[in-house]
C-alpha cells in the first residue's frame, strides 16, 4: 500500500505565533475565529507570515455500482452529464473557482462513460464505476492502489505550480451512501443518524437507502481495518481524495475540506494518519444528514454554516476568502510595537 510521511507541524513556532497574534493592533481574541486559523495557517507553514498561493480545487469523478440498487434519487447518468457542464463552465462549483481565482482540475477516475480524449479534463480512469458493494468489494487492492495514486499526483502536481492550498471536490452519485457506511464504521455511530436525503430523496427513499445499507454492512465479510472499509465501499473518486489529502499534508499545504462526503474523505485519512487533521480546515457545516455529528467527532469547527450541500468543492471555495483574510491578518496588520502604539489592553 501507497505510504505517505505526514508529521505533525513542529510545535516550537507556536508560542511566536502567539505572541504575534496578541501584538496585532486590536484588542486580544477581537477577531474570532480568524486569529485561530492564521495561527494554524502558521503552523502548517511554519512562519510568522503565512500566505495563500495559486488555490486548486481538484474534482474526481467516478460511479458507483452500488446505484443499481437505487439508493439515489438521481440516475447513474447524471455523473457524466454533470461532467460535460463542469467541462462548459456551467456549475456552482465553475463560477465560484472564477470568482476566488481557484485553478479547477476536473479528473476523471472511474465514470461510467467514455469522453473523447481532445475533452479538457484529466483522463485517468481506473474502470467504468466500482463494483456494487451490496454483492462484493467495490474494488481491488490493485484499483485501491491506483486511486491513490492518482490522488497523490494531481496535488503534486498542484504543488508544482506554486499551489499551497488545495480543495477537494466530487461528482459521482451514491457517494453520500459510501460516506455514510465509512462514517458509521469509522466514528460507531448508528447508521441510521449517517444516512441522507443525497441529492433529495423524500422519506420513503431514506428509508430505502438505510436498509440497503443496512444489509451492506452487515454482509461485509472483511477485517474492519480501515484499509479494508476504504476499500470494500468506497468510490475511485472518494479514494483518489484521500490520496491527494494525504499528499497535501505531506507536502505541509493547507487542505480546505468540503461537505459529508469530502469530510467523511478526511475522516477515512485520519484513521489511517491522524495528524492528517493538523493541516485540515473545514470549509462549511453542509446540510446533509450526519454531517455535523462528524465534524463534532473530528472536533472540527467549520468556517461558514450556509445551509449548502452540492459538494463540488463548494463550500470549501466560498470559504477560501475567510481563510485568506486570516492570513493577510498577519502579513499586513501592524504589531503594536511596529506602529508605536500604546497597547490599550492586557
Given at each position: 500500500m501507497k505510504t505517505f510521511n505526514i508529521v505533525r507541524p513542529d510545535e516550537a513556532i507556536r508560542?511566536?505565533?502567539?505572541?504575534?497574534?496578541?501584538?496585532?493592533?486590536?484588542?486580544?481574541?477581537?477577531l474570532g475565529r480568524l486569529e485561530d486559523i492564521a495561527i494554524q495557517l502558521g503552523m502548517i507553514q511554519q512562519t510568522l507570515t503565512p500566505r495563500l498561493k495559486n488555490p486548486h480545487n481538484i474534482l474526481f469523478a467516478g460511479d458507483h455500482g452500488a446505484a443499481e440498487e437505487n439508493i439515489s434519487k438521481s440516475p447513474k447518468e447524471i455523473t457524466w452529464q454533470v461532467l460535460y457542464n463542469f467541462?462548459?463552465?456551467?456549475?456552482?462549483?465553475?463560477?465560484?473557482?472564477?470568482?476566488?481565482?481557484?485553478?479547477?482540475?476536473?479528473?476523471?477516475?472511474?465514470?461510467?462513460?467514455?469522453?473523447?480524449?481532445?475533452?479538457?479534463?484529466?483522463?485517468?480512469?481506473?474502470?467504468?464505476?466500482?463494483?456494487n458493494y451490496c454483492r462484493e468489494a467495490a474494488m481491488s487492492e490493485n484499483e485501491l492502489e491506483k486511486a491513490l495514486e492518482i490522488g497523490a499526483e494531481r496535488v503534486k502536481t498542484a504543488f508544482k505550480k506554486g499551489c499551497n492550498i488545495v480543495s477537494f471536490g466530487e461528482m459521482g452519485i451514491t457517494?453520500?451512501?459510501a460516506s455514510a457506511i465509512w462514517m458509521s464504521f469509522f466514528t460507531g455511530i448508528d447508521l441510521k443518524e449517517c444516512v441522507g436525503a443525497g441529492s433529495g430523496l423524500d422519506e420513503k427513499g431514506i428509508r430505502h437507502k438505510y436498509q440497503v445499507l443496512k444489509r451492506a454492512m452487515e454482509s461485509y465479510p472483511g477485517d474492519c481495518s480501515a484499509w479494508d472499509i476504504i476499500r470494500y465501499f468506497g468510490g475511485f473518486e472518494m479514494v483518489a481524495a484521500v490520496g491527494g489529502m494525504m499528499q497535501a499534508a505531506e507536502l505541509k499545504m493547507v487542505v480546505l475540506v468540503d461537505g459529508f462526503i469530502m469530510t467523511a474523505c478526511m475522516l477515512a485519512a485520519s484513521k489511517i494518519y491522524p495528524d492528517?487533521?493538523?493541516?485540515?480546515?473545514?470549509?462549511?457545516?453542509?446540510?446533509?444528514?450526519?454531517?455535523?455529528?462528524?465534524?463534532?467527532?473530528?472536533?472540527?469547527?467549520?468556517?461558514?454554516?450556509?445551509?449548502?450541500?452540492?459538494?463540488?468543492?463548494?463550500?470549501?471555495?466560498?470559504?477560501f476568502p475567510i481563510i485568506d483574510s486570516a492570513a493577510r491578518m498577519f502579513c499586513e496588520m501592524k504589531t503594536f510595537h511596529g506602529a508605536d502604539m500604546t497597547k490599550y489592553f492586557e
Open positions: 508560542q511566536r505565533l502567539e505572541f504575534k497574534n496578541n501584538d496585532l493592533t486590536k484588542p486580544k481574541g477581537a467541462i462548459e463552465g456551467g456549475q456552482g462549483i465553475n463560477f465560484l473557482c472564477r470568482q476566488h481565482g481557484f485553478v479547477l482540475d476536473i479528473v476523471d477516475v472511474g465514470v461510467d462513460h467514455d469522453f473523447e480524449a481532445e475533452m479538457p479534463i484529466i483522463h485517468r480512469k481506473i474502470a467504468y464505476g466500482t463494483k457517494n453520500t451512501s492528517i487533521l493538523h493541516y485540515a480546515i473545514f470549509g462549511h457545516s453542509g446540510e446533509e444528514t450526519g454531517h455535523r455529528q462528524m465534524l463534532a467527532y473530528l472536533d472540527a469547527e467549520p468556517v461558514l454554516q450556509l445551509g449548502m450541500h452540492l459538494g463540488e468543492g463548494s463550500g470549501a471555495v466560498c470559504a
